[in-house]
């Protein structure tokens, strides 16, 4: 099975702290996702990379950066928080070939406070 | 712009009874569309991944259909249970990008 891996369940930081959420996955997947997730807006994607050291910006990367030096993981960096980064942040995961009918996997999601 | 929307917002059912999840997206070149469970606190489950050339798949008790040109999704339940009270979300992939663009989900309660 495949296995997508949050560092944290919950984090708690304050503001104008350098914040770094990381995901692991198992599968050799090229393509790694950040959303974040807030009620009444749903799933937001932040940034994804579909390669070692590539990335793209999502729709809200405003505040946020990410690195990808190995496949496996993707880091997302909360350059200085604030509180309206509070959300449930979630990592997936895929393969690039988009005929393979494989689907994204989620890792269990990260709820991060910013006090 | 791709939107999706799911309608209706929250859901609540007896046992037992067959359901229908609806999903509409605005633009119809998509590579595929997904199905997922999301549990409270929860990451994502996938469903079931229609490709954009297959009108439906199906696992066990779930069928998920898909009409591109009028841009609909349904989600069939057959059969529902207590243990499927979940949030069941849409999600599609525009045509010429490796991102997935989601509805905001359809909270289901099936009561025992």
């Known amino acids: 099975d495949v296995k997508v891996t949050q560092s944290s369940r919950y984090l708690v930081k304050r503001t104008g702290e350098k914040v770094f959420l990381e995901c692991v996955q198992d599968m050799d997947h090229e393509n790694m996702f950040w959303y974040r997730q807030d009620p009444g807006l749903g799933l937001r994607l932040i940034y994804f990379?579909?390669?070692?050291?590539?990335?793209e910006k999502g729709d809200i990367p405003e505040g946020y950066s990410v690195s990808r030096e190995k496949k496996e993981r993707f880091s997302l960096i909360l350059e200085s928080a604030s509180t309206n980064q509070t959300s449930m942040y979630l990592c997936?995961?895929?393969?690039?070939?988009?005929?393979?009918?494989?689907?994204?996997?989620f890792g269990d999601g990260t709820r991060l406070s910013i006090l | 712009k791709q939107e999706v929307t799911q309608i209706p917002a929250a859901l609540s059912v007896p046992e037992g009874e067959n359901l229908v999840l609806n999903c509409s997206f605005t633009?119809?070149?998509?590579?595929?569309l997904q199905w997922f469970r999301q549990d409270p606190g929860k990451g994502l489950t996938s469903l079931l991944l229609?490709?954009?050339?297959?009108r439906e798949q199906t696992s066990g008790r779930l069928n998920a259909s898909l009409d591109k040109s009028s841009g609909r999704s349904t989600l069939y339940i057959a059969a529902s249970q207590p243990g499927d009270s979940a949030t069941y979300l849409c999600?599609?992939?525009?045509?010429?990008?490796?991102?997935?663009?989601f509805g905001t989900g359809t909270r289901l309660k099936v009561l025992a």
């Open positions: 990379s579909y390669d070692v050291k590539m990335k």
């Open positions: 633009d119809s070149a998509i590579y595929n």
């Open positions: 999600a599609v992939s525009p045509s010429g990008t490796y991102k997935y663009i």
């Open positions: 997936a995961s895929s393969f690039k070939y988009r005929y393979s009918n494989q689907p994204q996997h």
């Open positions: 229609i490709q954009s050339s297959q």
